[in-house]
């Protein structure tokens, strides 16, 4: 039996849940419901091998005859068509040569510009001129390769207007063109493709070593963390056991110390009461003596009166202040202060900043104290900008604050935390700019009181094309082009002191490392010819908006 009569026409299988169209073919219910589901944007339904159209759409009619046979036909063996089935599909490429119903291409041939299935294209693969044809995979779209204007293979490439031509139109309306052959255009973009691949290939390659180094840094960083929380347990466990029996050792001295003084106070306490019996007695035997109204027989007893035993004196009695057991009890808070202050200092510095944006976040409003500013120096723009006057002296009063050596100046506010400012400056010819932090206490006069000469304060010098970082009268030269704005960046707690070039990328000119013992103010030193601005703390607006940019480490 043809079982091929059973298929649906549409999906080539075994019909399931046979239905009948009012033009009598059978499809299974599913597949004639997508057929027409897909033609209701046209909004007319046909059938699909006789091609009859039904408007409105019609309701197929289950098959009962056919679907019963079918039931009958799968106990006797009737199986799906195989999935290699010789015949097309809707999504095949049907066989330009084949007649009535046609079977898959195999391939499609460019020069013949058609698709033939396995019994077809034998002649190309047999006769030596039809072997010289650019044999392809089956395609839909040969047609997209005639020329519309002269129905002829667009066998050339125009690179001038990036289009595939045939030969005619590369010499009519492309003959000025740069104009090659589809064959040569192909080649020349296989090889660009080629090249392509190479990159990225080869980046993928970089790309996953980065991402193996990457993750040995991950199991690095998980094994050292998981190390040092083991350590640090076991580190902090000795620790608490040592207190524990250190606290044990206090107690048990201190309640000795305790049993030995009242002790003490006990004995001394009862000498003193029975010291006190036995005054009361001799007072009573003097009392009934003095009562006696015989004067012979009074002064008869008198001399018969014991004497008194020596009394204990109150300057004998050391009353002890309770001083020894405060002292233990401050000596332990002591203890426990310089306990909790290393016990701080285990733990992990917050991260840095990298971008401009998180520098932002820590922006902090700088203005200049006209009471530290030397007479040379003109303040203006609200006492954030300073300018070095060359001529004339500004009529500042005398101030104990005031620079009076060198044309520095020094920040209204202290600077504690994490603080970030920028330093916008202006320089001409050899003329430069020192920016600075300092103690509050450093000298206002003399060579100790210029800013770097000291070891109360650090400075970066800008000037002309070179920076130099200056720290106790030690100059280090730093390396990097100037920048017409230096950021600063302070970590009080973390004893870190940052200089950055600002521009499209914060670069890091040189980064300092101490214990800073008290606040921080800021300070330039502005040479002849020069101009320093701090520059506004930004709004929170203006940090949101502001660009991330990364930060290159460069400096020291």
């Not at 000025?176 to 052959?181: A, C, G, L, R, Y």
């Not at 902090?236 to 201190?254: A, G, M, N, P, Y």
Request: glycine share 4%; charged share 25%.
């Amino acid at each position: 039996m043809d079982t091929h009569r059973f298929c649906c026409s549409i999906c080539l299988n075994p019909l399931k849940d046979p239905v009948t169209t009012v033009c009598g073919h059978s499809y299974c219910k599913s597949c004639i419901n997508t057929h027409w589901d897909n033609g209701e944007e046209r909004g007319s339904y046909s059938c699909p091998q006789c091609r009859q159209t039904f408007t409105p759409r019609p309701v197929p009619v289950k098959n009962t005859m056919l679907a019963d046979l079918l039931e009958e036909l799968k106990k006797t063996g009737l199986q799906a068509a195989p999935a290699d089935h010789c015949y097309a599909g809707p999504e095949h490429v049907a066989c330009d040569v084949c007649t009535g119903r046609k079977r898959k291409s195999l391939k499609s041939c460019l020069n013949c510009l058609a698709s033939y299935c396995e019994k077809h294209i034998q002649p190309h693969l047999q006769s030596p001129p039809l072997k010289r044809h650019k044999l392809v995979e089956p395609s839909e779209k040969l047609q997209e390769n005639i020329c519309s204007r002269h129905d002829e293979v667009m066998q050339m490439f125009c690179r001038t207007d990036q289009q595939c031509v045939c030969y005619r139109c590369s010499v009519e309306e492309h003959k000025d063109h740069d104009t090659v052959s589809a064959s040569a255009e192909w080649t020349e973009r296989q090889r660009e493709l080629g090249l392509r691949r190479q990159t990225i290939q080869q980046r993928v390659q970089d790309t996953e070593k980065d991402v193996k180094l990457l993750h040995q840094e991950e199991e690095d960083v998980n094994g050292s963390a998981d190390k040092a929380v083991e350590d640090s347990e076991e580190i902090f466990t000795e620790l608490i056991c040592l207190l524990e029996k250190r606290s044990s050792d206090v107690k048990q001295q201190i309640r000795s110390q305790q049993e030995t003084e009242v002790s003490q106070v006990r004995e001394l306490q009862e000498r003193l009461e029975q010291e006190i019996t036995e005054l009361k007695r001799k007072d009573h035997e003097l009392k009934q003596l003095s009562d006696t109204e015989d004067q012979h027989q009074f002064i008869y007893n008198y001399p018969s009166l014991s004497p008194l035993s020596e009394s204990t004196h109150s300057s004998s009695i050391r009353i002890r202040p309770l001083r020894d057991f405060e002292d233990v009890t401050a000596a332990v808070s002591q203890t426990k202060t310089e306990i909790l202050q290393i016990v701080s200092q285990v733990l992990l510095p917050q991260p840095q900043p990298r971008t401009r944006a998180d520098f932002l976040e820590y922006s902090h409003k700088i203005t200049l104290d006209p009471n530290t500013a030397h007479k040379g120096l003109l303040l203006s723009e609200g006492n954030r900008k300073v300018k070095h006057m060359r001529e004339g002296r500004q009529s500042y009063s005398n101030h104990p604050d005031r620079f009076t050596d060198w044309d520095q100046v020094l920040s209204r506010e202290s600077l504690t935390g994490r603080c970030y400012w920028e330093v916008e400056m202006e320089v001409k010819g050899r003329a430069g700019v020192h920016v600075a932090v300092t103690y509050k206490n450093i000298s206002r006069a003399g060579v100790s009181s210029v800013f770097g000469n000291n070891d109360e304060s650090w400075s970066l010098y800008c000037g002309g094309t070179i920076h130099d970082f200056n720290y106790n009268s030690i100059k280090t030269p730093v390396s990097g082009r100037r920048s017409s704005r230096v950021g600063v960046y302070l970590d009080h707690s973390a004893g870190v002191l940052s200089f950055y070039r600002v521009s499209d990328t914060m670069t890091r000119l040189h980064r300092v490392r101490t214990n800073f013992t008290q606040p921080l103010y800021a300070g330039v030193r502005v040479y002849p010819r020069s101009t320093a601005e701090f520059c506004l703390h930004p709004t929170r607006k203006q940090r949101r908006s502001a660009a991330p940019r990364l930060v290159v480490y460069t400096g020291r």
